[in-house]
């Protein structure tokens, strides 16, 4: 096990207690680790000053994001293979492997294993951070100034990029793919799939001719057009990106829409001029956080007229024996969704029927945000060097790794996504939906 991969295969396995179930190759082109697994190459020893100066995720996540280090193989496998040890959360109790580490640190011959690759490593200051890593933000967790800074991270990357990686639907959330039978005369298109789930929400919403829609987190202008294409609502709709109005408003205007679609650059807690007959919030809650989601949900409900129903779509993940344990993986804080929060579907329910709504319907669709994920890293691989172009390196590399991992989490029940229909039900009692509401009609 001679070279800089066999010391570091070593020291991994003797920290973790178990093989590593990848193979290692080292800048020196040495390799080590089971045969016929994906490669974890480590280009440079910038790559594990990175990890001895931050060691876990985060050293992983700058290590990834500069070029530093790579996999050389499946990149799916690769990650499902390693999320035990990188990627999966569960309670400080039920952390073995961590017990495990923190024993073995304490060995006098894991000790001498470090010493070894400092010295492998060499001693220079800690590598800076990429480029592509988030500022540190200013002002207060979800206040109105941050999630500007929050949103404009992550969505002024440029819409090309965009156009690259979500194809010609710009939807930027789960598609509703069909059933297997369904899709016997020929495999669904995304944009098929992402059609038929804003026409479900539609449905859901009982979007009607004449009806005023608003859409919170609109995005670039997808479920405003088709409701207003479609149904003949007048829409509102909010984004905090200028880059995302800007397309949108585009859009609206080629389809000959701009005297029933509005685009504003504006928050959810900034919005006076209600009532509206229906509200879609698809994929925006995620960014409202713990401590404003009571909020978020009492100002929905405000804008609501009474009957009007609210369409939630949003990711959750498992909930915790201890809530307050809680936080945000790093990768995710610092390179993609930053100030990002997820919360488990059972909360979500109760703060919006602690906001007045009655919750008649929650569908979980998990599935068919993994479905979609890999559409995505197919659309950004087959693109590659187009979205390095246009956006930088390290940038199309967040979105592979973020979307190849966000897809096995899906598949393996470690997060899932939500519709939950819930209406401002009046005090008569009459809600306005059918009796048999999962057909979606009347």
């Known amino acids: 096990m001679a ?42 020893r910038r790559a594990l000053r990175r990890l001895l100066f931050k060691p876990g995720e985060l050293g992983l996540a700058r290590a990834w994001v500069a070029g530093d280090l790579d996999v050389d193989g499946d990149l799916y496998e690769a990650l499902d293979l390693l999320a035990g040890m990188i990627w999966e959360r569960a309670e400080p109790a039920e952390k073995p492997a961590r017990t495990a580490a923190l024993r073995a640190l304490a060995r006098p011959e894991i000790r001498a294993a470090g010493k070894e690759l400092l010295s492998l ?56 793919w069909p ?42 202008g997808s479920m405003v057009l088709h409701a207003a294409r479609e149904y003949g609502v007048r829409a509102v709709g909010i984004t905090l990106s200028e880059e995302q109005a800007t ?89 993609v969704f930053p100030d990002g929060e997820l919360a488990p579907v059972g909360r979500t329910v109760a703060q919006l029927e602690e906001a007045g709504f009655e919750v008649r319907d929650v569908e979980a669709i998990r599935e068919h945000y993994a479905l979609t994920l890999r559409q995505w890293v197919a659309n950004l691989e087959e693109h590659w060097t187009e979205a390095v172009r246009l956006t930088s390196p390290g940038r199309a590399r967040v979105w592979r790794l973020y979307m190849a991992a966000s897809a096995l989490s899906f598949e393996r029940n470690r997060i899932g996504v939500n519709q939950v229909l819930a209406v401002r039900t009046p005090d008569s009692g009459t809600s306005g939906l059918p009796l048999r509401a999962r057909d979606w009609r009347g």
């Open 3 to 44: 070279g800089a991969a066999g010391r570091l295969t070593k020291l991994a396995e003797e920290v973790l207690g178990a093989p590593l179930p990848v193979r290692i190759r080292a800048w020196d082109a040495s390799e080590s680790g089971p045969p016929g697994a994906p490669v974890l190459v480590f280009r440079n």
């Open 121 to 176: 490593a060499g001693l220079p200051l800690p590598p800076a951070p990429p480029a592509e890593e988030a500022r540190p933000r200013r002002g207060a967790l979800h206040s109105l100034l941050r999630d500007r800074q929050a949103i404009s991270h992550h969505y002024d990357v440029g819409n090309a990029f965009y156009e690259l990686v979500l194809g010609p639907s710009m939807v930027y959330s789960c598609a509703y």
């Open 179 to 220: 059933p297997a039978a369904e899709a016997a005369g020929g495999t669904p298109t995304l944009e098929e799939a992402q059609r038929d789930k804003l026409d479900l929400i539609c449905r859901k919403l009982g979007l009607t001719e004449g009806q005023r829609l608003l859409d919170v987190g609109c995005g670039w």
């Open 247 to 335: 397309y949108a408003r585009k859009r609206i205007a080629e389809a000959g829409l701009a005297d029933r679609i509005e685009i504003r650059v504006q928050d959810y807690r900034e919005v006076a001029d209600g009532p509206f007959d229906a509200i879609s919030s698809i994929g925006m809650a995620e960014h409202v956080g713990r401590a404003r989601y009571a909020e978020y949900a009492g100002l929905l409900y405000g804008l609501l007229k009474p009957g009007g129903r609210l369409l939630n779509h949003q990711i959750a993940r498992r909930p915790l024996a201890d809530e307050d344990a809680y936080h945000v993986d790093e990768f995710i804080d610092r390179y």
